[in-house]
């Protein structure tokens, strides 16, 4: 089972707003990510964590905060956003074991964010 | 900077045809590397990941990698119009968990 879960799927929200998006996996991973992925674009990496710590933060704005409560969730707290800040949000998990073979990550459906 | 590029497209075939995505990479100390579909609106989905020159085969798809060429490529046999996506290729960098993303090609199977 491959399976990230993430809440909700759709968020519409205020630049005063502050709310929070959810991820979810039960594989046993050790490895949680954040990507932001705007139209016709890659994903952009945002936040690792890597055994339930923050192992990096590509210079993302605070009003987004990252937060890791166990190794199987991972939410990211969204405050003050703006609107360029509408994309989908992507979560990831992976095994988080360093070796040789890099560590495979595994997407959720993602969270549609419009900003208003 | 370490790049990952592919040519973005749209790559069109005819059904039943073998579909020949590229991606050339820069960092020569990169060591893995991944495909992901991505439907449209959709989150991108694993295919296959390679680390070993050579080729790798899973049912139609088959990766092959160069190191030395830098290049990694994926090959879609028998193409059917539900392949018809985004694909990206993602090469390790900076460490174990961080990954680059290419662009991505846009394949459309033409029934």
Known sequence: ?116 | QKEVEQNSGPLSVPEGAIASLNCTYSDRGSQSFFWYRQYSGKSPELIMFIYSNGDKEDGRFTAQLNKASQYVSLLIRDSQPSDSATYLCAVNSGGYQKVTFGTGTKLQVIP
């Open chain 1, 1 to 116: 089972d491959t399976e990230v879960t993430q809440t909700p799927k759709h968020l519409v929200m205020g630049m005063t707003n502050k709310k929070s998006l959810k991820c979810e996996q039960h594989m046993g991973h050790r490895a949680m990510y954040w990507y932001k992925q705007k139209a016709k674009k890659p994903p952009e990496l945002m936040f690792v964590y890597s055994y339930e710590k923050l192992s990096i933060n590509e210079s993302v704005p605070s009003r987004f905060s990252p937060e890791c409560p166990n190794s199987s969730l991972l939410n990211l707290h969204l405050h003050a956003l703006q609107p360029e800040d509408s994309a989908l949000y992507l979560c990831a998990s992976s095994p988080g074991w360093q070796g040789r073979n890099t560590d495979t990550q595994y997407f959720g459906p993602g969270t549609r964010l419009t900003v208003l």
